[in-house]
């Protein structure tokens, strides 16, 4: 809907989704300097030395940068994987490249950032097409360079974002993990993009960072400039530009009813998450870094159910060695001791990338090559980790679990490499849990099929269902064009859920859940009536979760999950988690997105 607004200029009001709570107003920096997003420009013949000198300026920071990380690579993990980095400085040497990026600025009188993506596109569609696969895989390698001068041309997209001095609302096409990671929230006080959607690894760490977000907005960021005074409402998605005093004043209203009933849930901090027929439920919280404890001790968490540990190897120019990670481990386990402490081994991949490491261009990156198969296939990074957390398990709530499990080879597999790495500190007479609990996540359909076969080998399983529902229902978690069929409560994914918790309780051992359905305040009612005996939940929910816990009959909850068993559709399902909800706990549906 456009229309004026009271300043004379236009207010257009967008309907995104909205993925972290909170309305944000404040003026709007448009972020466009993203490597992938340059813009193209024609040139004047008196411009082309301009563009040679900038690029030779680009090279000769990215051989540089090339040269830094492969030191750091081999100091962190040795002088294999740094090898890695030679054909990168190699195709940064190619004189070949170069020279054609240099005259095809005088003919194609494009700016540089043009021109050298036209070259580097040929360069690699002529590598992919080649038999010998030594060859196809330089075409990575040509990717990855470019990327990297194209940034640096740019300046660089993350040090963009932390050159805001006053608050700004961030708005972008995209914004990656790592780039969320980082934001300054003094500056940042809210974000708005064109893709994404609420389990995107971008709207998790929003929410973490307690920024106010609306993403899957499709064309925000061509319809708005930088200046434009916007207003987010990250609860339900909405997006006005130079909104009215009338709006400014409605939506004001809104949120300070909302920080009021969250202020009293406030007063839950320290009570149990217990039923009102005495069935308690295990509260603990996923974190991504270690300052994200203060958070979970704040809210009332009782405990980490997934340290998303690849925050520690992303926005930084190393890999983190084995000290560094013992040390940030160990302070994450003393501090919600006696609570359980669940590090998750490195889950790259899919939307979560590392600039120091290469990682081949994928058409299905969530698919591919990414979670315990990366680690599997990079021990020496692995056994880092794993030494590291085996270290800090003299804290004896330390437990070990590996993400993207699909079938039991790779469970026995990471098992052995856990038991060298547990000979090797042996030998060096250093102290650790012999008998460290180790669980997978289920989250690839495969798995959750046969947790079976999987259970005699493990303590314990924790359902990722943020995978587990991309994975069943072949709905991409970060495509905003098809979140409607994203659907946790799906027929098909009740089942696997159900099959998990109790094929895991026949065996003896305890089903977690750390999927964002987990922290669904709705839905809690529904995962205790199947059975979940641990919710891992990001620490700004723990009070919505524990309130409604606190306000629920353990065999309601048992009624609400036998009537979504044999429910046909998700609508049906979350029609009745809803009245479940509003009829026991009304204020909280006030508070959910
Ligand atoms: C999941 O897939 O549900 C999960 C918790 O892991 P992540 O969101 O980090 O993929
Ligand atoms: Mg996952």
Redesign the pocket.
Known sequence: MDQPSESGRKSIQLQGIGVSPGVATGPVYLLTTDEDRFVERDIGEDEIAREIARFEDALILTRKQIHEIQAQVKDAIGPDSASIFDAHLLVADDRAIVDEVIRGLYVRKKNVETVLREVSDRYMQALMKVEDDYLRERAVDVRDVTRRILRNLSGGSSQAIARFTEPHILVTNDLAPSDTAVLDKDHVIGFATDLGSP?S?TA?MARALGIPAVVGLHDVSVRISTGDQILIDGNTGVLITNPSREQLERYGKVEESRQAIRSDLETLRDQPAETLDGYHVVLSC?IELEKDVDQVLDNGGTGVG?F?T?YLYLSRKSLPSEDEQAAIYEAVAARVAPGPTVI?TL?LG?DKFLSQLRMPAEINPFMGWRAIRFCLAQPDIFKTQLRAILRASIHKNVKIMY??ISNLDEVLRANELLEECKSELRALDVPFNEKIDVGV?I?VPSAALTTHLLAPHVNFF???????VQYTLAVDRVNERIAYLYEPTHPAILRLIKNTIDVGHEHGIWTGI????AGNPLMVPLLIGMGVDEF?ISPSLVPLVKDVVRKLRYSQAEDLAEVAMTSESASIVNERCRELVGQIAPEILELVT
Do not use: V
């Open positions: 389990t690894h998790i996923n997934l998303r690849e998750r889950d899919g993400p993207m996540m989250e924790s359902l990722g269902t943020n995978d587990l750390c999927g964002e359905m891992s």
